[in-house]
Nanobody, 126 residues
Framework: QAQLVESGGGSVQSGGSLRLSCTAPTYIYSSYCMAWFRQAPGKEREGVAHIDSEGSTFYADSVKGRFTISQDHAKNTRYLEMHSLKPEDTAMYYC????????????????????WGKGTLVTISS
């Protein structure tokens, strides 16, 4: 069973920053679309940041300009850099891997997620 291992969650005040990490087996890291999803209590799961195997990225409007995906190929690790955090960013964050979706406008995010991490909790206080 492939494993995606997340880390980096925690509690910070509004306006602060956090970095989440997701480490994947090589065959997933190099070939799959990887994304960060989040789910807050009582809300639907939301895909917030996606990166395809070529490095193209896609961000949800709710985090655009505040969240960025970076990567370390030597460590098979992708990071979600989160800045200007808001209380509404509070959620369990999951790393996942699956297929890529494209349109005439380019990369539209990941879909059909095959692998999921266990999640890491992010809490933002006001």
């Amino acid at each position: 069973q492939a494993q995606l291992v997340e880390s980096g969650g925690g509690s910070v005040q509004s306006g602060g920053s956090l970095r989440l990490s997701c480490t994947a087996p090589t065959y997933i890291y190099s070939s799959y679309c990887m994304a960060w999803f989040r789910q807050a209590p009582g809300k639907e799961r939301e895909g917030v940041a996606h990166i395809d195997s070529e490095g193209s990225t896609f961000y949800a409007d709710s985090v655009k300009g505040r969240f960025t995906i970076s990567q370390d190929h030597a460590k098979n690790t992708r990071y979600l850099e989160m800045h200007s955090l808001k209380p509404e960013d509070t959620a369990m964050y999951y790393c996942a891997a699956g297929g890529s979706r494209y349109s005439s406008g380019g990369f539209d995010g990941c879909s059909g997620m095959d692998y999921w991490g266990k999640g890491t909790l992010v809490t933002i206080s006001s």
